[in-house]
């Protein structure tokens, strides 16, 4: 053996095995045309004035056939459409014997051809297919059809062909309405939850942003005069940095959870806030030079955990309006449990100011949790001073 011919590579032999997924594609396509292709001969022969039309197999084979050309019309609609029509049109002129039979035969195929283009093609399209199969059938109607019997056959087939243009252009616009339907559900599905990470954010920043502000202006002013006192406002704006960071990470840990790999992830531990962190919350704007006061009338009860959260940011919102609008040193808070509602009332003895001033987009969260569960919601000015802020909402049985 020659060096060369001991070193050249043989082709590997390909196993043998069953045809690939593609392969089998490829060869249903070429029979199922190759079945369209003959298709017009099998239906002359399988007709009641073709050669051996009485014939079972010919019956069967046609009508199989039939079934297939009408199949392929979902995925090439005009090829198929017009060989459906083509054959039909054959054979009412090629085998006039017994035409009449056949001819309603052919009407009810072809206005089955009809639905289905009106169903998966356009309103131009399917109108076209539609006047292709009326002329069709009305060019064969004159081989069968004589005498005073020609209208009345007419109006039939053009009848039948409007009905079946209806019937599949109305399913073609139930299909488009849905599909509209839920592209408009899940942007307002979007929008709401842009809306709802929009106000926990505003709730949640907003209302550490001020306190740390007026935390950082009294310690720039005390920290050559009263250094203990500005150590403390530094304390207070570590403590309030921390705790806003906390419930950032919460957040992003919660959005998250929508990620395809996040159940890799372990779930975020912090628990949700709620009424219970209110003498923390009361604590926070203490130190930001407001005093609180708050007052519980009735019996509490356990909250679901979306209205327990409501009604905590709601406050956080109208202390933070406190802090920065109202010019006062205290307000009251008062939580009033009652047999089927929870009301919320923050007021204070300030300034006052007008609703756009007093809370911005802060005015407008309070108003969308309270919408949200179902609420009543209202916020203005005082007669006798200050601000009001109150919010009705309703328990559920369970928790009333």
Do not use: K
């Not at 550490?208 to 009294?218: C, D, F, L, N, Y």
């Amino acid at each position: 053996m020659s060096p060369t011919a001991a070193t050249t590579p043989t082709a590997p032999i390909a196993p043998a095995g069953p045809v690939p997924a593609s392969g089998w594609t490829r060869l249903r396509a070429v029979l199922a045309w190759a079945g369209v292709a003959v298709y017009p001969a099998v239906l002359f022969q399988a007709s009641p004035g073709g050669r051996d039309g009485n014939s079972l197999l010919w019956i069967v084979a046609g009508a199989l056939l039939t079934v297939l050309v009408v199949a392929l019309m979902r995925r090439r609609p005009w090829p198929a459409f017009t060989v459906l029509v083509g054959a039909w049109l054959t054979i009412i002129a090629l085998a006039p014997v017994r035409a009449a039979a056949t001819g309603g035969l052919q009407v009810l195929v072809t206005d089955l051809a009809v639905v289905l283009m009106a169903v998966e093609r356009t309103r131009r399209s399917s109108l076209t297919a539609a006047a292709v199969a009326v002329v069709t059938q009305l060019a064969c109607s004159v081989l069968y059809a004589h005498g005073n019997v020609i209208v009345p056959v007419a109006g039939s087939i053009v009848l039948a062909a409007v009905v079946a243009w209806m019937a599949g252009n109305s399913v073609r616009e139930r299909r488009e309405h849905a599909a509209v339907l839920a592209v408009r559900a899940t942007e307002q599905a979007v929008t709401a939850e842009r809306l709802r990470i929009a106000r926990e954010l505003h709730d949640m920043v907003a209302h550490s942003i001020g306190v740390i502000a007026i935390q950082a202006g009294t310690g720039s002013r005390v920290i050559e005069s009263q250094p203990d006192e500005a150590r403390n406002a530094l304390s207070a704006i570590e403590a309030t940095s921390r705790e806003t960071l906390s419930g950032l990470r919460r957040m992003l840990g919660a959005l998250r959870q929508a990620e395809p790999d996040a159940a890799a992830r372990p779930a975020p531990l912090d628990p949700t806030p709620g009424l219970t962190d209110l003498p923390r919350l009361v604590a926070t704007t203490g130190e930001a030079g407001v005093r609180v006061e708050v007052h519980r009338r009735g019996q509490p009860c356990f909250l679901p955990a979306e209205l327990d959260l409501s009604a905590f940011r709601i406050i956080q919102e109208a202390l933070t309006n406190v802090v920065r609008h109202s010019g006062t040193a205290q307000c009251e808070v008062t939580l009033d449990y009652r047999e089927a509602e929870l009301t919320i009332e923050i007021v204070d003895d300030g300034r006052g100011c007008e609703l756009p001033a007093a809370g911005g987009y802060g005015i407008i969260g309070m108003r969308e949790r309270t919408a949200l569960l179902q609420g009543e919601f209202s916020a203005g000015p005082r007669p006798e001073g200050g601000f009001r802020v109150q919010a009705r909402l309703p328990l559920p049985g369970e928790a009333s």
